[in-house]
């Protein structure tokens, strides 16, 4: 059974990092590029960054460049994304999910919206102080 498992969101304070991971299980999660999207209160979901499935290529919001940094480790069954967020700011918060792509090795360059997801974890909150 496919599963995504978010984890390590808190309450920091700005300027602080932060480091968010997904447990993805399930041997298939390695033919998919995987995402993080986040949505604060009454706000639209957006796109933050994603990988490929290979791990060659990573893609980003620019409210995120230079500060966020996604990373991939697979061991077999075993498949893990990280965000790294630094200089987080107060307009960072919000809830944090990350996301399966729907194409098994896809090798073009359409991560940025929600359509192109099928999967989905259930959201980790993360509230940056000013």
């Known amino acids: 059974q496919l599963q995504l498992v978010e984890s390590g969101g808190g309450l920091v304070q700005a300027g602080e990092p932060l480091r968010l991971s997904c447990a993805a299980s399930g041997r298939t999660f390695s033919k998919y590029g995987m995402g993080w999207f986040r949505q604060a209160p009454e706000k639209e979901r957006e796109f933050v960054a994603a990988?490929?499935?290979?791990?060659?290529?990573?893609?980003?919001a620019d409210s995120v460049k230079g500060r966020f940094t996604i990373s991939i480790s697979r061991d077999g069954a075993k498949n893990t994304v990280y965000l790294q967020m630094n200089s987080l700011k107060p307009e960072d918060t919000a809830v944090y999910y990350c996301?399966?792509?729907?194409?098994?090795?896809?090798?073009?360059?359409?991560?940025?919206?929600?359509?192109?997801?099928?999967?989905w974890g259930q959201g980790t909150q993360v509230t940056v102080s000013s």
């Open positions: 990988i490929s499935w290979s791990g060659d290529s990573t893609y980003y």
């Open positions: 996301a399966k792509h729907d194409e098994p090795y896809y090798s073009g360059s359409s991560y940025y919206t929600r359509e192109e997801y099928d999967y």
